[in-house]
């Protein structure tokens, strides 16, 4: 038996948290797992921590830019 990892279990948890959310369950899967893999891998990085911000800005962008298409459609 093998042991899930704890950015594993976040992000699980964090799946089912914002499928059960009317607004949030929008938000494609693959776009939070983005953002997870986004924060551990600059965790440790201070040079990198800009790149993270710009990344994670452009994954809240692009989910934010689909909500926003959507209420105008």
Partial sequence: M????SVQELKEQLLVACS??????????????????????????EDNRRSAQNNL?????????TFFEEDLS
């Fill in 2 to 5: 093998t042991s899930k990892s």
């Fill in 20 to 45: 059960n959310n009317k607004i949030l369950r929008e938000i494609p899967d693959v776009k939070i797992e983005e953002m997870i893999d986004t924060l551990v891998l600059f965790q440790f990085s």
């Fill in 57 to 65: 800005d452009r994954i809240i962008n692009q989910i934010v830019n």
